[in-house]
């Protein structure tokens, strides 16, 4: 321990950056993989549950059940992605074309950096978020790097050259622009509400975390209580923003082919199928952070308590560890939630995308927002 | 033609937000989550091939174990894409036999030109051809997906016979001639 903050700063960085990435890129493909399942379990079917090594076959109970589970279908198709040739259709502007995928990576996984992903008690006893970069700016930086994803497909439905690449990046343009007004505008009253006069003002997101563990009816209850709008326009918004169904015109098997990505083989549509997942577990975290009371097990019981009653408060590794794992739960059942939305309800039609973002939700969020800031105002007085 | 017009009903409050449904369909798709798979494990786990089903052509020998088909070469006239090819031969003296016509030399099914179509079952008049209950049928090379007369009795085997034909006509000739 002692030894790791010897190190210089950056390299300490950079290690927390890698251990970061170390779980959440599995995390990634694992949901891959559990989509399948998941899929597969609501249709009556087993799912994947053949691929096997013959050292793993050897094993006698751990084997058949990881292979039942598909674990090892999910390493055999990462490992098809990763020694696929890798072929660049004639047709495309090579440059935009390979670099597309790589820009849809990079604000996958910047936006980490802001996202808390648990806590730990100080011996001071001051609740510490774990996080990469504990910035004020927290959920604008989520919100303004993660708008960049948009870029990675408008080029790759431009750079393929393809009518259906081309009207997919025109669709994805269009739809994430028009949530993300819905979406921001969802998330102001809770910002409202935590920066109440006379504290020190924040758009962390740990601050959001504090503000749902504190003593009292309402200092302990999660603002899916306080703020049921909010969540559910800011839930509605991310599934848009995530192309999940019934949101995924971007995609649209149906009548687009696949979309943006459609001219992409091999490891660049692996990317691009690697950076939807990371985009959901971000923007799941960010649910669980504001509207979920993060790392907090249930409502109106905060961490702190937890440590209290089995006095972990003097071993912050164990704590810390412990707030991770309720966090990644809570991240994980999200992500079930999205898998099961999209096995349940079918696609909209693109005129019905745009009709519920502008004439639904936005009214929805700008009311939402007037009611909860007049109240507010009104409290807070 | 009577038109019948149908009323779409308006849509209810309910169906009309939406969620309530999203939600009713959610409920129906976790109950299903944790329903059996119906999948059937298919190398492991075989279907119950129902009766009449119309799999890879075979020919069976009759309950003496005598080869039923006469080689009178019907199912290779019907045949609509030709896969049957017959080399009609004599059956050997001696075999036990001899009464009957003739027997096939060779008899091949080309698989990769078979239909399924059954009409060479239904044409014969030996009762010699089935199509049994073999429906997957694969091979490397063209060769090997061409049946010839011994695979073809393999896969058949012996099916139970109503007419007993043959023995009939031997009994009739040991008696008395017919045609005397």
């Known amino acids: ?381 | 033609m009577a038109v019948k017009i149908l009323r779409q009903k308006p849509l209810s409050l309910a169906e009309k937000v939406y969620l309530p449904q999203v939600v009713a369909g959610m409920r129906i798709t976790l109950k299903h989550m944790f329903a059996r798979a119906q999948t059937l494990q298919y190398p492991e786990q075989r279907p119950e091939i129902p009766p009449g089903y119309r799999g890879v052509p075979t020919l069976v020998k009759d309950p003496n174990g005598r080869e039923k088909c006469v080689s009178c070469q019907l199912c290779e006239f019907v045949c609509p894409p030709k896969a049957i090819r017959i080399t009609p031969g004599s059956v050997p003296e001696g075999s036990g036999r001899d009464h009957v016509e003739k027997a096939p030399k060779a008899f091949d099914i080309d698989m990769l030109r078979c239909i399924y179509c059954g009409l060479c079952q239904e044409v014969c008049p030996e009762e010699a051809i089935f199509l049994q209950n073999q429906f997957s049928m694969s091979g490397y090379s063209r060769s090997e997906m061409v049946n010839d007369k011994g695979r073809l009795y393999e896969a058949g085997g012996t099916l139970p016979d109503r007419h007993f034909k043959w023995d009939k006509k031997r009994a009739a000739e040991e008696a008395h001639s017919p045609h005397a």
């Open chain 1, 1 to 381: 321990m002692s030894l790791f903050f010897q190190l210089p700063v950056v390299i300490q960085m950079a290690l927390k950056g890698l251990a970061v990435i170390c779980v959440i890129f599995p995390i990634a493909g694992a949901c891959s993989m559990a989509e399948r399942k998941v899929c597969a379990w609501i249709q009556d079917r087993p799912g994947p549950n053949r691929a096997i090594p013959p050292w793993f076959a050897w094993m006698p109970i751990v084997g058949p059940a990881l292979q039942k589970l598909g674990a090892f279908q999910l390493i055999a198709d990462g490992l098809k992605f990763l020694f696929k040739e890798n072929q660049v259709p004639g047709h495309v502007n090579r440059f935009y074309f390979v670099a597309a995928p790589f820009l849809a990576m990079i604000p996958a996984l910047s936006t980490v950096t802001v996202v808390p992903f648990g806590a730990y008690i100080d011996p001071s006893g001051h609740t510490v978020p774990l996080i990469l970069a504990n910035l004020d700016v927290g959920i604008l930086a989520v919100f303004a790097v993660a708008s960049l994803g948009i870029y990675s497909m408008i080029l790759a439905g431009w750079s393929s050259n393809s009518k259906y690449s081309f009207l997919g990046g025109v669709r994805a343009s269009a739809q994430l622009i028009s949530y993300e007004l819905s979406l921001t505008l969802a998330v102001i009253p809770v910002f409202l509400w935590i920066n109440a006069p006379g504290r020190e003002g924040t758009l962390g997101l740990g601050r959001a975390v504090e503000f749902q563990s504190q003593p009292g009816f309402w200092g302990g209850s999660w603002f899916i209580f306080i703020m049921p709008v909010s969540a559910l326009v800011f839930l509605i918004a991310l599934f848009a923003e995530t192309n999940r169904l019934p949101f995924d015109t971007i995609e649209s098997e149906a009548d687009l082919v696949g979309g943006f990505h459609t001219e992409y083989g091999a490891f660049k549509w692996g990317l691009f199928f690697v950076a939807e997942y990371l985009n959901m577990i971000i923007g799941s975290a960010v649910f669980v952070l504001l509207f979920f009371g993060g790392w907090n097990p249930l409502p109106w019981v905060p961490l702190s308590a937890v440590a209290g009653w089995f006095g972990l408060a003097g071993h912050p590794v164990v704590l810390g560890f412990v707030s991770v794992c309720i966090f990644l739960a809570k991240v994980l059942f999200m992500i079930f939630f999205f898998m099961w939305v999209r096995w349940t309800v079918p696609r909209f039609r693109y005129d019905q995308v745009m009709r519920i973002g502008w004439r639904i939700l936005l009214p929805l969020a700008i009311a939402n927002l007037l009611v909860y800031a007049i109240g507010i105002a009104l409290i807070q007085h």
